[in-house]
Structure formats: C-alpha cells, structure tokens
C-alpha cells in the first residue's frame, strides 16, 4: 500500500488552513491545527512527515511552538517550515535558529509550497542505497556548514567534501545573480580565490535546472538532446555525463545556487552519487542563506561604520580619523624604517568666496576639492578634512620628492577647476610638505606640527605656493606650476 505523506497545517486563520488543505490533498494527507497547544499534543500522535507553522497567533506563537516541539524526542526530526508575512531579515534568522528547516512569506505561491514540501520529504528517500562512509560525509558537511558565517567558505567547503566522494571530474557550485549571470563561485579545479562566468547560452542544462527547479541529469552528452544546441563546444570534451541539483531558497537571501558534477564514466550517473547531491543541497540550502542574512548584516554594519569616518559634504575622511590612521601610520613607518610624508593646505581667501558667492557656493568649491584629492589619492592614502577649509593627506610609504609631486598636482588640478558657482573665478591653496626621513621628528603630532607651520609659511609667503619643511625657503609657484624649477628642484 502506498504511504501518503502527512503535512500537518497550524494556523488560526481558517481561510488560510482551507485553501493550503485543498491544494494540497491531491499529494498528501493533510491535518489542521488552529492553535499552538493542540498542534503541540497532535504532533507526536499523528507523527506528521512535515509541519506548515504560522509564526504569528494568538496564545503561543509559531517561534515558541517550533522550540518546543524540536526538544521532544518523538518531533524533533519532522521538518518544519514557518509561515510568516514578516520579511525583515532579523525575524528570519530568529525563526531559523529557533530550529525551523525553511520559510515561505505571505502572501504565499503555491507551486513554491509544494517544491518546498517535496525538497524536504524526498531526504528521506535520498538515504536509501548510501554506504556507511556516505553518512558519515553527510554528517560531516553538516557539522562543517552549520558553524560557518562566510558563504564562500560554506561554498568551498561543499566541493571539497563532494569532490571526494563522488570522484567526479569536475565538481562545482555556479550561482545565479539577479540579472541571470551564471558564475562558478567554487570548483574542485578551481583555485580558492578564483571565479569564472559562464556564458549561459552554452548551458542549456543549468537553465533548465533554473526554470523547472528539478534537479537535470545528462548520462550521455554525445547524444542528449538537451546539449544539441551546444554540440560544437563540446565535441572535444571526454566527459560523458553531468548533473546540476538546484539549492533553490528565497532568492532575495542567497539568489540561486547550483550543485553541478561532470564526469567521464560511461556509466552515466549513478544512483548514490544522484542521492548524494540531493541531499548535499538541502544540508547546504540554510547554511548557505543563513550566512548571506549574516553577511548582508556584516556589510550594512559596515556601510555604517564607513559612514561614520567620512565627512558629510567632501566624503573625505574625517578629523578623528585622520589622527587614529596617523598615529597607526607613524607606528609602522617608525617600526619598519619606511618613509612617510604628509601634505597639509588651506583654501586661500576661502571667507571672501563665502561672501561674495555665498555659503552654498562655498560647499561647493570645498565639494570640487575633494573630488580632486579622491581622484589623486591612492587607496593607502589617508586624505582628510581637517576642518574648515583645511584639508590633510598623509601618503604613506612616500619619500619627499613624491609628496611634492602631489603637492604641485594638487595645486595645479585646483587651480583649473573653473566652478560655474563661482564664475569660474580661479581657487587657490597653500601647502605644507613634510616628512619622517627629512626630519628628526619624534611623534605623530609633531608631524603634523610640521605639516602645519609649514602651510603658514607659504600663506605668509603671499599665498598659492607650496612650502617644504625638508627645504631652507619656501618654494613658490606661480601659474605655471613648474615654472620655477630653476630655482631648485622640491625634496
């Protein structure tokens, strides 16, 4: 006699519990629940293969419901899904670690009910014909994915352990961005840091695997018709078979990934090694998703974090910034013996600009500035906002000579902006240059001393020139910045 699969239903919305009941009685046994409690005392006695569990009702919720059927030993092992209309990404992992094996969000798909009622309850018959070092693989994926917060290394993780045991040519994980894009994130011929984009109309078997959901399995690639459009690309290829198993969740969480395994056994693909996929991706599906919830979280944390040391109108670096780097770039600059320079201008008659032009016109011009200082700074560069319209760079690993360079393309740049809200009125900057090698200079603020009387040297020198700390007199240049190299090259 056939064994028809038992998916108990708990929810206080009656329509709901109606209209999932009647789609789904032509594939399972369906019961009901209306309430926590009695879901709770149903469960061990009608030993349901799946539990469709509503998160939000009245009395006990689903997140209570789901921990306490989890620690009884008679309903710990049925897969639970929670039914939620709650989208914030904080919910989902709450729900997840309260134990559930998967998600749906009202309002909900039907077809995707189903696809995700069948993924669960087909584990079970996936076990069937594995040998013993099989479990244990499994077992250990597991363990190995579960503790992991970092997709790409859940990613490697799963073709290492699969490459070994199915002793497959080529074992990969391709995922799918959201504009269709196929890349090979992880490979067993792929080097850890590396990843390769698929053109996808030569995988006509990924696209399938994308379209249906359903696993696609090629056990003679000269002859399949699936690959007919590709025979050119691969006449000269030994392998003889491949199968692709979508790991298929919200594809707002992780997009979708896929298990993909070729080999050149003329056998095709066995049955184990069909098994063993299926279940290397459901094990892998919420690892995988609970890691990109984890990572999406990580990266706005750091969004915020980088927000928090930029300055709001230049998004240059902000003044308490600029001292934690420096402090961190004269330690390593003193411990290393490597050199470190720092440049350090005002914008001249900067008052006069916010007078005639008025304030807006001032952000503006100080919005120019910055623009050029991001353009020409490197990426181990510390530029910054000092305050006003004072502006530092600390350039490391940056002798005399390459600092002055900055410096005079700084000036130069500057001085070329013609800024429409100012009638292209030409912006001038006076500049400080100094360095560690050039001087005895025995901290980081004295640096930056340095720096800074070396600035107000070249504003009492008339301004719109450059002044070295590691020279004798100020170096001044004219329009033409390097019109005076005569008079002596910068240090």
């Known amino acids: 006699m056939l064994c028809v699969p038992k998916v108990l ?17 032509d594939r399972y046994q369906v019961f009901e629940s209306a309430d926590g409690d009695e879901a709770i005392n149903l469960a061990p006695e009608i030993r349901p293969d799946l539990i469709l569990l509503d998160i939000e009702m009245p009395g006990r919720n689903g997140l209570d419901i789901c921990k306490t059927l989890k620690k009884n030993d008679l309903t710990k092992s049925i897969p639970i899904i929670l039914v939620t209309s709650r989208t914030g990404k904080k919910d989902i992992l709450i729900g997840l ?62 073709v290492q352990k699969m490459a070994e045991a199915v002793q497959s040519s080529r074992f990969s994980i391709v995922s799918v961005d959201s504009s269709g894009e196929l890349f090979v994130k992880a490979s067993s011929d792929l080097a850890a840091d590396a990843e390769i984009k698929l053109e996808k109309s030569r995988y006509p078997e990924i696209r399938i695997a994308i379209e249906s959901r359903r696993a696609v399995t090629i056990n003679d690639m000269r002859n399949d018709p699936v690959l007919e459009p590709v025979r050119q690309f691969i006449a000269g290829l030994e392998l003889q078979s491949i199968l692709v198993v979508p790991i298929i969740k919200k594809e707002n969480a992780i997009g979708t990934f896929l298990l993909r395994t070729a080999s050149t056994s003329k056998e095709g693909i066995p049955t184990r090694v ?14 995988l998703e609970n890691a990109a919830l984890f990572e999406s979280m990580k990266t706005a944390q750091e969004l915020l974090e980088e927000e928090s040391v930029r300055d709001g109108l230049t998004r240059l670096f902000t003044h308490q910034h600029f001292y934690e780097r420096l402090e961190e770039e ?40 910055g623009r050029v200082i991001r353009q020409l700074s490197r990426e181990s560069d510390v530029p910054a906002r000092y305050g006003g319209e004072e502006f530092a760079i600390l350039l490391p690993n940056t002798h005399g000579h390459g600092a002055m360079e ?84 910068p240090v």
């Open 9 to 25: 239903v708990v929810d206080d919305d009656k329509f709901f519990r109606v209209a999932l009941k009647d789609a789904l009685r």
């Open 97 to 158: 670690h309260a134990g559930a094996d998967d998600y749906l969000t009202k309002p909900i798909y039907l077809p995707e009910v189903t696809a995700r009622i069948d993924s669960h309850l087909c584990s079970k018959r996936y076990y069937s014909g594995l040998e013993h070092r099989d479990l244990l693989m499994l077992l250990d994926l597991s363990n190995a994915v579960t503790v992991m917060r970092n997709p790409m290394n859940i990613l490697r993780m799963i």
């Open 274 to 287: 069909f098994n063993l996929c299926h279940l290397a991706a459901n094990i892998s599906a919420n690892a």
């Open 330 to 369: 004269f330690s390593r600059a003193k411990r290393y013996s490597e050199p470190l320079s720092m440049i350090f201008f005002d914008v001249d008659n900067f008052k006069r600009i916010n007078d005639t032009y008025g304030h807006s016109s001032g952000d503006e011009v100080l919005r120019g500035i």
């Open 406 to 489: 900055m410096a005079r393309r700084l000036k130069s740049i500057i001085r070329d902006l013609n800024l429409a809200c100012i009638n292209g009125e030409m912006v001038t900057i006076s500049s400080g240059v100094t360095t560690l090698a050039a001087n005895e200079v025995q901290s980081f603020g004295q640096l930056l001393r340095l720096a800074d009387k070396a600035m107000y040297q070249a504003k009492a020198a008339g301004k719109d020139c450059i002044v070295s700390t590691s020279q004798t007199s100020c170096h001044v240049l004219n329009q033409d910045p390097f019109a005076d190299e005569a008079s002596g090259p």
